[in-house]
């Protein structure tokens, strides 16, 4: 793997550095020659910047805010007006901060080859948050909207030009916006106008406050949002208790790259995050509700929400929501760095199922937001999930689009995160980790011992996080929380082939003896965007079979422990992969390639696993595993 990507890095670096002497790629050909898999979009940075010829001077761009500042949450319609002759290459960009450069940057090229695009410059100094195109009204071409810009003496239209209205979603990401018109496509843009900058009428405001659990006992919850202010503030809780709050942030000298290959998460995709409160809930009793707001009278308060605390370790019921690879998608026609299709339908699904009142606690197992080094995106997909992760604990575990990038000390040196390396993630969410970039901890809910390991970290029998994994399992309490589940981000088992492959044999070899040697009953990993369920499975063979109960779900009986169930739930959001039409493993039982997670309701004796499909709710896979009386 590290020879693979050595090479791909010198590789580029030398295209790079011939890409000034070379002719420009069409946007096809770039795409295909880009290893990183990312959108056309994200190649817009690496395009030279032309001089677009005799613009209309009547251009304008109006945004339905009116000058007024922006709220926290809008639809902006924006118009574009007084174009001479529509055309299909004109597009509109979102910008932030509103002074990025537009002029182009430097010769610079290798500086980039982390995006995987070989092209000589970039379009921007900063990334454009999101575009579309002006055809996204449909009214464009034909110019249905017109004005008449002058007249002649017989009072007939002498210049009538046309005009194109978009929306755009927004969220309040702290800095000013500016809206950028530009001509010639993606591939060879020019510049055409510029909005002017848009502020947020309160960057300083809190936003996104979502919970997460700190101990066992369920009598203390951790409340983190993010505010432009770096003041402490309060969170207001129950019945007159407050908490203050510690602010931290990050910078982009916090980012991680190499000499050699700067990252964008360092370089053009970093975005100022603000800083990120965190404030600890005490006093509180487990399974039982509270309201709360969070903020302070100098730079406001957020909305009164009713959290639930989880059931504590040893009660007798857990009913919790797990799901991997999520990310976020715009809630407008525009076009973005990564979108993740399924991630709305996800989010809606699960909000839906809180409304019953029977999730006691989410665990998102990697792959989180997918900003892969373009920091403003944290900010969409933290509003995505508020609804969600504001109202009961909303535990993560790391992924490779969170951690990995060379030279970090990742196990696998690709750049999926685009210099991230954890920053980000441990700062938004911050776990009962081990330490800082030690994020494997363990926790109990209910009738459950979850372990919660990073695949990134180190992992081989004498690494550390080896070390209090094994620690960790031998501890374990089996008449307080009869059910161990171990939840990691890449899996042991997937029948989906990849290139790297999805499945690495050291990381099997070295930690299934574990879960084997101290009984666990159920793996949950993600990075495969599927679901599969396998037998009890050990060394690629099955152990034990399910058998169909009375209703006809496929039953495991762990009176007698043969091997874990493995479950890969990694179709939270990220474009869904197949699966092989023959030669399908005989430790495969069910593979469904569909947007959805799974919810689990475990009580001391019996627990039930069922896989949801996001966009109908039908339960598409159950099972259930089942130990003691019954």
Known sequence: MALLLLLLVLIGGICAAAAASLPLLPAAETMRVSWAGKSEFRTVNRKPLETCLGPSPYLAINVSAGGAPLPDEAFLNVTVSGVLRPDRSHWLAMITPSNSSVLGCPLNGVNYIETGDLASLPLLCHYPVKAQYLTSDPGYLGCKSSACQKRRASGTCKVRTCAATLAFHVVNFRTDVEFVLFSGGFATPC???????????????????????????????????????????????????????????????????????????????????GYIHS?????????????????????????????????????????????????????????????????????????????????????????????????????????????????????????????????????????????????????????????????????????????????????????????????????????????VIFIGHRPMYSSSSGIPPSVDPHFVSSVEPLLLNHKVDLV????????????????????????????????????????PVHAIVGAGGFSLDGFPKIGVHSWSLSRISEFGYARVHATKTDMLVQFVNSNTSAVRDQFRIVKGAR
């Open 191 to 273: 510049v055409l106008k510029r909005s002017g900058a848009l502020p947020f009428a309160n960057p300083a405001k809190p936003l996104h406050g979502h919970l997460s659990s700190v101990d066992s006992k369920a009598t203390s919850m951790r409340l983190t949002w993010v505010s432009g202010d770096a003041k402490p503030q309060l969170v207001q809780y129950g019945t007159g208790k407050t908490a203050t709050s510690v602010a931290t942030t990050f910078t982009h000298k916090d980012m991680c790259s190499i000499a050699v290959l700067p990252s964008p998460a360092k370089d053009f995709g970093w975005h100022d995050p």
């Open 524 to 563: 949950f990993f993600g990075h495969v965007h599927n679901y599969e369920r396998t037998c009890a499975v050990y060394q690629g063979k099955c152990k034990g079979m399910p058998k169909k109960d009375a209703k006809g779900v496929d039953t495991y009986d762990n009176s007698n422990y043969a091997a």
């Open 279 to 483: 404030a600890l809930m005490t006093g509180l009793q487990p399974s039982q509700s509270y309201n709360y707001r969070y903020g302070s009278d100098s730079v406001g308060w957020s909305d009164t929400t009713k959290f639930r605390t989880p059931p504590a370790a040893g009660s007798g019921e857990l009913s919790f929501v797990v799901f991997g690879d999520m990310g976020k998608a715009p809630l407008d026609p525009s076009v973005e760095h990564y979108i993740q299709p399924g991630s709305t339908s996800v989010a809606k699904a699960v909000a839906a199922e809180m409304q019953t009142g029977k999730v006691d606690s989410i665990f998102h197992i990697g792959d989180i937001s997918y900003a892969t080094g373009f920091l403003v995106e944290w900010d969409f997909f933290l509003h995505l999930i508020t609804p969600l992760a504001s109202q009961v604990s909303y535990m993560t575990a790391i992924g490779n689009h969170e951690r990995d990038y060379a030279g970090s000390g990742s196990v696998y040196p690709t750049p999926d995160s685009g210099g991230e390396c954890g920053v980000p993630y441990e700062s938004y969410f911050p776990m009962p980790a081990s330490g800082k970039d030690k994020p494997w901890y363990s926790i109990e809910q209910g009738s459950v011992h979850f372990v919660v390991m990073s695949t990134e970290h180190e992992w081989s029998e004498k690494s550390e996080q080896y070390k209090w994994m094994e620690a960790d399992l031998s501890s374990v309490d089996r008449s307080r929380t009869p059910w």
